[in-house]
């Protein structure tokens, strides 16, 4: 049984729910936006714009939200805008609703933010891909209009996480809030990050007022394993007595497994369905229903879907609820037309139904965690999720940062904790982890995951080290590896491929004797270029390259040299310009509008044919 976990049960910001007691105002819509010049500075913070009303400003406009904001001008000033922007929107809040807290909750603002109400600065926040939220009652004025604006900054530098470009940093210092402390003429920010995807800023996912009573559920953890064993752990905001919290457990078909009482707990559900990766079996789930309660009156209510199962390794493989599980899946991008990175359900849906058309069970949330709908619907759905930090590409490993990535992985945990299809955090992709500073900024961020959440796994993605110059792998609890052999290394030589990766790979293993994912390998493909021989930018050329890994792979599967393979990528996406990115990167095997090119049907096939549609089990 689950009895000894040190469950993270401090403050945290749930998922919006509306129910018995709980409320909310939907804020998205189109907000009056107003943009400074790139690299202005700070200027629109030292002139109070935040007390001014930004609907008559000369340049003043409107922007959805959620939206990022640089594909929807018509010039490049705004796609290429380094700097901050100006979102304002206004708000009746009724005078029936004075009695409740108001909480301001953004899901994802991009990449710093300042959040004012009427006039008055409330909050800051570092970090996209997040979301954070303000007690904003004392600002509000009830039966009255109410302003809320947010200064955006999307300024990525040495100090930030994701690091900008060193390059472009050296000759300006910022601090980690995005605010300029000096600039020199060779010191001005491009639009441009250590990684190669679209820098898309802006309000990227839905804000919300969260309307909450006076005594209210702060945080929930439960933690349930195959054995049908739970133990779960509750905050609420004032103190209440233990025999006021009850606690309820409810399966698929509303029937009540169990009640108990208390701020934490623990039990068990007789012959409890577990939850599935597709191909595996059901992704079964059931609601933690916690009430408060003051005598006979219902205070506050939240209910957490949840699921029974357990990851585990051995030394060669990934087990979920005791059983092998091998990953078929993508490496992915919240990216598409016009919208850029923000939610869009049409899309999410769109994209995740693709995934199952192709026989996939996995996703990597390269290179940020996604939105919570769509870790939702990996519950739903039965499709499993190693979840990563925004860390891509880092280079430098300074204290800060390190702290900064702390509270970054902390934050993404305590979001997403109680998800039963996320298997694994992942710290970063492709840092220089060959630098030896690289080993004590790992190993912290190691401890600080486990230390939250000891039922996962923890990874890191690496690309540029080799297994004979890396500093962290050992620290990890299985090792993922990104690989194009036959594109970034040895372009052409098509018939090297399956040696090279085999090589590759098994030298990782036997250095380090941890379970493996391939989690990037490919090539590039221009939609429509067909090219016979095949040449590389070629559809064909890039459906060759996806056969001969394949085959390479399905050596290592035979020597259990890999418990799973992710292409990269699902789809085509945007980034900034350079010689090697003709309008974004196409190393999908699906075009960014989702239309098939060759090496999908490929995929599709060989994610098909591994599995046992009578058995529902992987080959292993």
Known sequence: MVISLNL??????????????????????????????????????????NAADLA????????????????LGTSSQLRDHVGWVWYEKKEVIPLRDSTLRHFLRFGSVNYFAVVFVNSQKVATHTGGHLPFEIDVTSKLRFGAENKITVAVNNTLS?????????NYMKSTDRNVTGRILSRTPAGAFKDIGNFDFFNYAGILRSVHLVKLPAVYIQNIHIVADHTGSFYYGVAVSSNVSDSSIQVKIFDAQGRQVYQGSGSKGEGRVDGAKLWWPRGMGDPNLYTLEI???????????????FGFRTVSLTDKQILINEKPFYCLGFGMHEDFELHGRGFNPVVMTKDLNLL???????YRTSHYPYAEERIAEGDRR???????????GLKGFPKSNNLLHIKMLEDMIDRDKNHPSVIAWSLANEPQTAKKESRNYFKSLVEAAHGIDKTRPVTTVYGPTNFDNDQTADLMDFICVNR?????????????????????????????????????????????????????????????????????????????????????????????MSTTRAVGNHKGVLTRSRQAKMAAYTLRDRYQSLFDQRNLTLWT
């Open 484 to 576: 194009y052999y036959g594109w970034y290394i040895d372009m052409g030589y098509l018939d090297w491929v399956n040696q090279s990766v085999y090589w590759d790979l098994s030298l990782w293993r036997e250095k380090f004797g941890k379970p493996l994912i391939v989690t990037e390998y490919g090539a590039d493909s221009l939609p429509g270029l067909n090219q016979e021989p095949s040449v590389d930018f070629s559809e064909q050329y890039q459906n060759e390259i996806v056969k001969q890994t394949h085959h390479a792979f399905d050596a290592l599967r035979r020597d259990h040299g890999i418990t799973g393979e992710m292409i990269w990528n699902f789809a085509d996406f945007m980034t900034g």
């Open 291 to 305: 009430a408060v309660m003051n005598g006979e009156e219902l205070q506050d209510i939240y209910r957490e879907i």
């Open 158 to 166: 040495w100090a930030t996480i994701p690091q900008g470009d060193f």
């Open 8 to 49: 993270h049960i401090g403050r945290a910001i749930l998922a919006v729910q509306k129910n018995e007691i709980r409320t909310y105002d939907v804020l998205d819509g189109l907000w009056t936006f107003v943009s400074e010049t790139t690299n202005s500075g700070d200027v629109g913070l030292q002139n109070q714009w």
């Open 382 to 392: 039965g499709i499993a999720v190693i979840l990563e930090t925004p860390a891509v």
């Open 56 to 71: 008559y400003f000369d340049n003043a406009t409107v922007m959805p939200v959620p939206s990022a904001y640089n594909d």
């Open 356 to 362: 199952e058309w192709f026989g996939g069970n996995c």
